[in-house]
Structures are given as structure tokens and as C-alpha cells.
């Protein structure tokens, strides 16, 4: 499997994001990148390739073009306005506020385009999004070339971003980029599996009203876990969408056992869905060691993850989401993509 990878993440470093309690130092940080990256080398999984960059109008397609815009401008809008430290916003439009005005001041539009404080700007922010998207669009290449599977190496990740906003460390939703994109050069039906342990709020957002994308998530149950206010299991997809959207929450402490139950579960229903392709959003964060989750999978289990995948016998897209127990997160990431070689 060829694994796609831009040096151009590791701008994005130092940033500090908003916690219960606190600003601190970013869990999304670049030697999560280059654990995996090297990882990808020892296993000798194949090839590690550059991306080429691509139009954001393919972000667009998945994006609101105003929010697509801002993004690049949000460092210099923050350093013009005399800001130092990290871009974070710290008021948000909820219910009873204007959500449709977008105010002038740029610590006040990072709340307008976000709906948490975890998203942040440093100087290299936004040319490490554009090479995440750049990855993910690169590799999705690969496997429209005839590629049975390529593995997407994004940073920062993608599955909380919706349609025009941002948070939980991701800005341009990369699978549902990717998962689109494939829509536009062909494929009839597409399924997006996400594995990663929380809830991938903004992929089903985009696709929440559409059949032709069906989306999988497998994750912590958002009344004790973050991102809290979406990923329920009666959120079934809306009007022509409604039976494409599949939520498995799952509570603290979930093992293998039963997440693999969840993981069958998904594979049955995407089995009879029968895509042309499916995009893995692939989160290593259920890890029993991961610093802020609450699941208990092991490093072995992962490769049974991978396998059960290959067994669905299609065209493959892994996209690279969360995962922060930073010295594991190559062995489990790269444990899944060896798994479904096997
Ligand atoms: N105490 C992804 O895995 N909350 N994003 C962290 C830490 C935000 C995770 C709280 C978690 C976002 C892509
Ligand atoms: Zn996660």
C-alpha cells in the first residue's frame, strides 16, 4: 500500500487549544505525524509519496466557499490585529444568537466558523490544512488509478469540520472531501467508516441529507463524550439520506469485544449498501493508553481491524484522523493497514 505524506504538517506545532479547565498545550501535535510516517518505514508497507497540490475548489464542494476563504486568512487577520499567541475564538452563536451575521473582528469570526475552542491558528496552520487536503485528494487518486487500497498520512484531521465550520483539531473535512470526490469522478455510491473514537460530527453533517454517500461512525457516546451534541443512534440521515447515517455509540470502558460487535455490525450494512468505494476515516484514539479517551482496545487488536476491512473486498481509502497516545499511534495506525494487507 502506498502511503501519502507532506513534510508541510510540522508548521502547525506549539498551538494551544481550550479545555474542561484549561488552555493547554495541543494534543494534535506533529510528532503524531512523524510516529506514524516512520512506522510506515519499519513495516515496510510500501512506498511513502508526495502529494500534488489541487484546487480547493474540491474543498468547496463539501464546504461552504466563505468558510473555505477565511481559513487562509486567519493568521494574518490574527497578527494584523496585534493577537499574539494561538488564533482561538471564544464566543459562539448558539441558539438565540445571529448564526447568519458574520462580525468584522477576526477573534470574533473564529467563533462564527467554529463550535469549540480546540481548532487553532499558528503561523504554519494553514499550509499544513492545505497539505492534509492535498494527501487525502492524492491518495484518493492512487485508488481511482486502479490502486486497490492507499493510505492518506493527513494532518491536522478532518472528521469533526463540517459544511462551514471548524473544531476538535480539524479544519477541511479531508474523508468527505475525498468521499465527494469520488462522487464527481464517477462512483455511484460511497461509504465512509469512521473509526476514529469520536464521533465524526462534521462527516455526518455534510452527508446527513444524501444517499449516495452512506456514513458509518463507531465511537464514544456523546452524552458523557466529547463532541457532546451530535452522534446519538437515532440520527438515522434526513429526507433522501434517512437510513444512510449509522451511529454505534458506545460507553467508557468499551473493549474489543463489543466494539468489534459494532464493527460487524457496520461492515453488514455497508456490505449491503455495496459502494464502489469506501473511505476508513482511521482514528487510533480507541487505544487503551490514549491520553484523552475513554475505550479499550490493544495494539493487537488493530490488525484484526484492517482484516476485516480487506473482507469487504473493495476499493480502499485509509484517511489518518486522531489517535494521541503518540508512542503507539504508528504501531495502531500502521497495525490496521498491515491487517488488511495480510
Ligand atoms: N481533555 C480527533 O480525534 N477534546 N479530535 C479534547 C481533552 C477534543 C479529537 C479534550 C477532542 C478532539 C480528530
Ligand atoms: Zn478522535
Not at 444568537?97 to 481548532?119: H, T
Not at 492512487?142 to 476538535?168: I, T, Y
Not at 461509504?191 to 456514513?215: C, K, M, P, W
Not at 482496545?297 to 484522523?321: C, H, M, N, W
Request: aromatic share 12%.
Amino acid at each position: 500500500m502506498k502511503t501519502v505524506y507532506s513534510p508541510l504538517h510540522a508548521g502547525h506545532a506549539g498551538q494551544m487549544e481550550l479545555v474542561t479547565s484549561a488552555i493547554v498545550p495541543g494534543f494534535e501535535k506533529p510528532s503524531r505525524a512523524e510516529f506514524i510516517k516512520a512506522r510506515v518505514e519499519s513495516e515496510k508497507l510500501g512506498p511513502i509519496i508526495a502529494p500534488v497540490e489541487h484546487d480547493l475548489a474540491s474543498a468547496k464542494r463539501v464546504h461552504r466557499a466563505d468558510y473555505i476563504d477565511f481559513l487562509p486568512t486567519v493568521w494574518p487577520q490574527w497578527v494584523e490585529s496585534g493577537f499574539t499567541g494561538s488564533a482561538m475564538p471564544f464566543t459562539w452563536p448558539t441558539r438565540g444568537l445571529r448564526g447568519d451575521v458574520p462580525p468584522k473582528r477576526i477573534d470574533a469570526l473564529l467563533g462564527y466558523y467554529s463550535f469549540d475552542g480546540g481548532a487553532t491558528f499558528v503561523e504554519g496552520t494553514w499550509t499544513a490544512i492545505k497539505s492534509s487536503f492535498d494527501v487525502a485528494l492524492t491518495a484518493a487518486g492512487l485508488v481511482k488509478d486502479g490502486e486497490r487500497s492507499a493510505f492518506a498520512l493527513c494532518r491536522p484531521p478532518g472528521h469533526h469540520a463540517g459544511a462551514g465550520f471548524m473544531g476538535g483539531y480539524c479544519y477541511i473535512n479531508n474523508a468527505a472531501v475525498a468521499a465527494q470526490w469520488f462522487r464527481d469522478q464517477g462512483a455511484k455510491r460511497v461509504s465512509i467508516l469512521d473509526v476514529d473514537y469520536h464521533h465524526g460530527n462534521g462527516t455526518q453533517e455534510i452527508f446527513y441529507d444524501r444517499a449516495d454517500v452512506q456514513v458509518l461512525n463507531l465511537h464514544g457516546d456523546p452524552m458523557v463524550e466529547y463532541p457532546f451534541f451530535l452522534g446519538h443512534s437515532d440520527e438515522r440521515g434526513a429526507g433522501a439520506g434517512e437510513g444512510f447515517n449509522i451511529n454505534y455509540p458506545m460507553p467508557f470502558g468499551t473493549g474489543w469485544d463489543a466494539w468489534n460487535a459494532s464493527l460487524e455490525d457496520a461492515c453488514a450494512r455497508l456490505a449491503a449498501y455495496a459502494p464502489d468505494i469506501v473511505v476508513v476515516s482511521l482514528g487510533v484514539d480507541t487505544f487503551e493508553k490514549d491520553p484523552i479517551s475513554q475505550f479499550k482496545l490493544k495494539s493487537l487488536d488493530y490488525p484484526k481491524i484492517g482484516r476485516r476491512i480487506a473482507k469487504l473486498g473493495l476499493p480502499t481509502l485509509f484517511v489518518q484522523e486522531g489517535g494521541y497516545a503518540v508512542e503507539e499511534i504508528g504501531i495502531n495506525a500502521v497495525g490496521v493497514l498491515t491487517g488488511f494487507e495480510d
